[in-house]
């Protein structure tokens, strides 16, 4: 079985999509992992929505993994089942009933490649939630708003969520010749999922979920937390990069551009220490909790 480096894990040819109409300007630095002094969240919001699309097209062929996080208002549905003791199905069942019945509040995108991270990432707001309207876990919100998040403001100004999916097909980053990574990543590639097919709910079985990630987001499909479980590191996307010594680059937890990068550099790291003559693509498709 060949073995796979870091550099090929991420490397992949050019998309056969089309080209992005400008590069973005001023141009910006391409910084290495090391380089977290430089990086930067760009909030995008309607009104810089297909400037900011165009930009992050114009740096995939150099930068095509892709990091995703997503924040929304909790869970408000729970097993009586512990967790422990939950298979992949019983897991299912259950980010498939959040994710129905909530609404996604942000998309994170971090960008990496052979070169090393991006120092741009992107946090995409989304309207359409109300918390005096729709279902949400009080204790969530809470916390969201002690980190910034401005829910009147997600509402007046955020990006319309079938514009978001149109431009997301538009970007580029549909192409399915990317890799994507997310940090526990079911609720992410769940609202994305969700998101990306008009709102409709999500399939009603476990494959069926796993065959529209395959078909939206293609075969190159990773959990970094599973990864760093294969490392001996536990814990949560804060304590596996205190673990490794990855301080956060930008921003502040819970919001999702600053949670894209963190994981972003976690990830980068695990590579070069753990995984420089490891069969990586065997663990493609793998989700916690979910495979």
């Known amino acids: ?3 796979y480096s870091k550099s090929e894990l991420i490397h992949v040819p050019p998309p056969p999509c ?3 109409r400008y590069v973005m300007a001023p141009p910006l630095v391409f910084t290495s992992i090391g380089a977290s002094m430089n990086a930067a969240v760009r909030d995008v919001w309607a009104s810089n929505f297909d400037e900011e699309l165009s ?37 299912y069942e259950l980010v498939k009933r959040n994710v129905d019945d909530l609404k996604l509040l942000q998309v994170g995108i971090a960008l990496s490649g052979p070169a090393g991270r991006f120092p741009i990432a992107w946090q995409f707001n989304i309207r359409g939630f109300d918390p005096a309207l729709h279902p949400h876990a009080p204790a969530s919100i809470a ?15 955020g990006i319309d ?7 997301f097909r538009r970007s580029g980053l549909a192409c399915g010749w990317l890799t994507w990574t997310a940090f526990s990543g079911s609720y992410d590639f769940g609202y994305l999922a969700k998101a990306l097919t008009g709102g409709q709910p999500l399939p009603d079985t476990l494959d069926g979920f796993l065959a529209l990630v395959r078909r939206l987001f293609g075969h190159s499909v990773f959990d970094v ?8 590191l536990r814990g949560g996307l804060e304590q596996v990069a205190t673990a490794l010594g990855v301080k956060r680059a930008a921003g502040r937890a819970h919001c999702a551009g600053s949670d894209s990068l963190l994981t ?14 490891v069969d990586v ?11």
Do not use: W
């Not at 993994?65 to 549905?77: M, N, Q, S």
């Not at 937390?225 to 001996?232: D, G, I, Q, T």
């Not at 693509?281 to 909790?289: E, K, P, Q």
């Open 55 to 91: 930009n992050l097209s114009a740096v995939l062929p150099r930068y095509p993994c892709v990091c995703l996080d997503t924040e929304f208002p909790g869970a408000v549905h729970d097993s009586d089942m512990p967790r422990y003791m939950r298979g992949p199905r019983e897991s």
């Open 161 to 167: 969520p079938e514009d978001f999916a149109a431009g």
């Open 225 to 232: 937390k599973h990864l760093a479980r294969c490392c001996a």
């Open 18 to 20: 089309s080209r992005p």
């Open 281 to 291: 693509l065997a663990h493609a498709g793998t989700i916690v909790d979910l495979t």
């Open 264 to 277: 972003t550099d976690v990830l980068l790291l695990m590579m070069d220490r753990f995984f420089r003559n």
């Open 1 to 3: 079985m060949p073995m």
């Open 143 to 157: 916390m969201l708003r002690e980190q910034g998040m401005d829910f009147a403001m997600l509402n007046e100004f």
